[in-house]
């Protein structure tokens, strides 16, 4: 191989970033949204399903679910 090609490969973290500071992109903070929102969706219901699981197990085997 020629130096020039040695010389003019990339390093692993070295290559620039097509990063422009104060650019907006709109699709971007929407998914990020989206995002956030479907975690917020699920966190809500694990609890909901660990409030519920823990109800189960201290119920009297024998009492009748007030849900039926």
């Known amino acids: 191989m020629s130096e ?19 650019m907006f992109h709109p699709e971007g903070s929407e998914s990020t949204r ?3 929102e479907q975690a917020r969706r699920r966190r809500e219901a694990e609890a909901k399903l660990q409030l519920h699981l823990t109800q189960t197990r201290t119920k009297p085997a024998g009492a009748p679910d007030p849900a039926l």
């Not at 490969?9 to 500071?21: D, F, I, K, L, V």
């Open 34 to 36: 989206q995002l956030r």
């Open 4 to 22: 020039e090609l040695i010389a003019a490969a990339p390093s692993g973290g070295g290559a620039p970033r097509n990063r422009s500071a104060g």
